[in-house]
Each structure stands twice: as structure tokens, then as C-alpha cells.
């Protein structure tokens, strides 16, 4: 079996990439970072660490790379049984091109067998997005094979990866924590269902993809936000402030209402997953800053994002939100040099206010309760 695995980062070669060689899948990955590129065709493999309790140092071997802007990776597309993706969410869109690129040279070669992508990333529905990308720039006869020989795959992925602390300025080297869940839905796959280690198929993905995204996404973004509030640097730091603790077990607990009353799930073993989260957190084997997890505020304050939506569904089953609306004022005081949606977010709120500000990025209405309540926590009332 061969693979395609766009981005090279850490999740890419951390999680996905990983998996994927070690089931013994010829893996090439696509990236835009040259050094990158450079470091993986000259050495074919690189280090994870995966830290815990039990440390353990794994080799990932017999990988390849390709610049993911050129026609490797359109003629790759042509060939491979499974494209995978872990660029970020707004990267999407950027790929789509050559996937539909690859996959009008994959009908012209007549190359029938069935290919299947999968979008890793922190979204709902992340890989329909990419296929709705796909399609716009293809011709109605190409839709139309591709919606026969192409299998669009949804995904949750669930692995805590910050940047890599190498000693040796490796730049390959990856430090991962121990826990990892990659689960697919197993009803949009093309020809058979594959058998990858690490790799469980579902027929439910909606409440996973939810269960994830707004139990750890939604505590984890509200941890950096509140922390990066409070001068603490890493996540470690920020969840063993007991206040921020509570508000982030808080809004994990409300959340937690919305999808217990929407998923029907055991409200004990969600209790259970709420905790080991917060274990997850205080990893101390584990460096995450707080400008990665609150990286890209307007796409986090968004209304299908881990604190809008959560929200959103409180209201929907009148529900308490105390919580969530803490963690959103603290998004919106979220800054970093580093990111430009950090420094948007900072002009709107100079040029527009608060109130008007965050009924602009979360379409929330400008003049309900709710926005009040959060420009109230983000005056600090
Ligand atoms: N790191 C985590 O803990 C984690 C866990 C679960 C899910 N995710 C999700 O995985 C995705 C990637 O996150 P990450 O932390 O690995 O980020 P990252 O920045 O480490 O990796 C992204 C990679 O994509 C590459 N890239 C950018 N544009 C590209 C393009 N046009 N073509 C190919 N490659 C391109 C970058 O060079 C980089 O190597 C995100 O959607 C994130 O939400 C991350
Ligand atoms: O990747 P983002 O920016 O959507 O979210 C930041 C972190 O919360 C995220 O990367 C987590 O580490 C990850 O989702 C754990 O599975």
C-alpha cells in the first residue's frame, strides 16, 4: 500500500505518518517547509519520542518527501491507495488544486483502483471540506468519477503535540505523549475498509469528532487563553492554577451537558473523560506553550469552533454557559506577535469594540444576553 501525507509537522510525522509507516505503508510525505524536505530525503527516517510515564524513543523509517506545490505530488495522487492531510484547517483549501489535479491524471491513466483521503484535522468534518474544495474546480465528468472511485473520509484525531524541545536542533526530531486515538468513519470509504494499526473505524464519527473537539479542544483553548491572562507560559502551568482549573473543568463539565443530552453519552464515563483530559494537561513531560494552543484565535472564536458551538448548544437546551463565556472573554484578549489572527483580532476590537467585535467573528447576535454577558467578563465586570 502506498500513502500521501500532506504536512510535515507535528502531528504529520508525531501521529498520522508514523502510524502509517509503521503498518509497513510506503509513506511519502508533501510539504512547503524545504528544510524539512531536505532533512527527510536525506535521511529517510527521524526520531519520536513518545514521553510519559514509560519513555520510549521509536524510529520511523523508509519515508520520502515531495514539495507539495509542483506535479510530484499530482502524479503521487495518480498512484496512492490513501491520501492523508495534517496542514491546519485554512490549509485545505491551499491543496485542493493539486488534488484535483492528481486525481484528473489518476482517471486519465485509467487507474481505477480505489483511493481514499483523510483530513487529520481539529475540524468537523474536515476531509467533506477538502472534498467540497476538490469538486468546485472540477468538470462535471470528473465529479462524477471521483464520486465513484474516491473515498472522502472523515476523521477525529486526538494526539497533544507541541513543537519538538530537540537538543540537537533536529529539525525531524518530534516529542509526543503517550496517548493517541485516530478514528474514521467507515462508511465513506472506497473499496475495502483497511486495516492500520491505530486506526478505528466507527459508524458514529459526529459524536466522537464532537466529543473530542469540544471536551479537550474546548478546555485546551480556554486553559491557554486564561493562562496566557494570568503570565503563565505553558499549558502545565496555566492547568495547575486552581482557578483557571475550575473555570476550564467548568466549561468541560458544560460542554459536557450539551453533548450528553445530544449523544446520549454515559454521563460517568464522560466524568471519567473530563478527568483524564485534565491529566492530559499537566503532562510534565510535555512543553506546550500557550500561543500554540491559542493559535488562530478568529478560527477558535468561530461558530463551529470547540467555544461558539459548545455554547450554542447550551443555549439550544437552556443549559448553563457560565464557564464557556469566561473562556470566550479570555479569547478575545488573546495576543501574540507571531500570529495574524491575533493582531486582526486585536484592530477589530480597537476599531469596532467588544460587543460588535465578537458578534462579527462568532456570528453570535450583536445584541443577545449571551454577547453582553461575554463583554461583561471580557471588562472584567
Ligand atoms: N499538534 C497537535 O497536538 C494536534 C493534535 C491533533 C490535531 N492537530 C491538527 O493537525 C493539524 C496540523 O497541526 P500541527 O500541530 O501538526 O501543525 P504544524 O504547524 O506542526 O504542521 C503543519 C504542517 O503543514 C505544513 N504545510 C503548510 N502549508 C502546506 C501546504 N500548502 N502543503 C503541505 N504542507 C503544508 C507546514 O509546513 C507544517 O509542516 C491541525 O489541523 C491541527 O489542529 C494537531
Ligand atoms: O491545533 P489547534 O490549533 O486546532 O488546537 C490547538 C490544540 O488544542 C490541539 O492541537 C491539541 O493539542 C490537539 O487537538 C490534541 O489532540
Redesign the pocket.
Known amino acids: 500500500m502506498k500513502a500521501l501525507h500532506?504536512?510535515?509537522?507535528?502531528?504529520?510525522r508525531g501521529f498520522i505518518g508514523k502510524l502509517l509507516a509503521d503498518a509497513g505503508i510506503q509513506l511519502t510525505f508533501?510539504?512547503?517547509?524545504q528544510t524539512?524536505l531536505d532533512a527527510l530525503n536525506e535521511r529517510h527516517s527521524y526520531q519520536v519520542h513518545v514521553v510519559g510515564e514509560q519513555k520510549q524513543i521509536d524510529t520511523v523509517s523508509n519515508v520520502n518527501a515531495v514539495s507539495?506545490i509542483g506535479e510530484d505530488v499530482v502524479t503521487l495522487i495518480a498512484d496512492v491507495d490513501l491520501v492523508t492531510t495534517?496542514?491546519?484547517?485554512v490549509?485545505l483549501e491551499?491543496?485542493a488544486p493539486a488534488v484535483a489535479k492528481g486525481l484528473v491524471l489518476r482517471r486519465t491513466n485509467g487507474n481505477e483502483k480505489p483511493l481514499n483521503i483523510i483530513a487529520?484535522?481539529?475540524?468537523v468534518r474536515g476531509t467533506s471540506q477538502l472534498k467540497a474544495h476538490v469538486m468546485k474546480v472540477l468538470s462535471e465528468d470528473d465529479q462524477a468519477w471521483v464520486e465513484q472511485h474516491v473515498g472522502f473520509v472523515d476523521s477525529a484525531?486526538?494526539?497533544?503535540?507541541?513543537?519538538s524541545e530537540s537538543a540537537t536542533n533536529d529539525p525531524l526530531e518530534v516529542t509526543v505523549e503517550t496517548f493517541s486515538e485516530w478514528i474514521v468513519d467507515k462508511t465513506q470509504f472506497k473499496g475495502d475498509l483497511p486495516n492500520i494499526p491505530g486506526m478505528e473505524l466507527t459508524d458514529n464519527l459526529m459524536a466522537f469528532v464532537e466529543r473530542k473537539l469540544f471536551t479537550l479542544n474546548t478546555g485546551h483553548a480556554i486553559t491557554a487563553y486564561l493562562g496566557q491572562l494570568a503570565g503563565h507560559q505553558t499549558i502545565r502551568d496555566a492547568i495547575l492554577d486552581e482557578k483557571i482549573r475550575a473555570v476550564v473543568k467548568g466549561a468541560m463539565d458544560e460542554s459536557g451537558a450539551v453533548l450528553i443530552k445530544r449523544y446520549g453519552f454515559d454521563a460517568d464515563k464522560h466524568a471519567a473523560y473530563i478527568q483524564k483530559i485534565l491529566g492530559r494537561f499537566e503532562n510534565p513531560y510535555l512543553k506546550d506553550d500557550v500561543e500554540r494552543v491559542g493559535r488562530q484565535p478568529l478560527r477558535k472564536l468561530s461558530a463551529g469552533d470547540r467555544l461558539i458551538k459548545p455554547l450554542l448548544g447550551t443555549i439550544e437546551y437552556g443549559l448553563p454557559h457560565l464557564n464557556l463565556v469566561k473562556g470566550i472573554a479570555a479569547a478575545m484578549h488573546y495576543r501574540s506577535e507571531q500570529d495574524p489572527q491575533a493582531q486582526e483580532l486585536e484592530q477589530l476590537l480597537a476599531e469596532k469594540g467588544p460587543q460588535a467585535t465578537l458578534a462579527e467573528i462568532s456570528g453570535l447576535d450583536a445584541n443577545s444576553d449571551v454577547v453582553a454577558q461575554a463583554v461583561d467578563a471580557y471588562n472584567g465586570k
Open positions: 500532506f504536512g510535515a509537522g507535528n502531528i504529520g508533501a510539504d512547503v517547509n524539512v507539495s495534517a496542514v491546519g484547517p490549509v491551499r491543496i487529520c484535522e481539529n475540524m484525531v486526538d494526539r497533544i503535540v507541541p513543537p
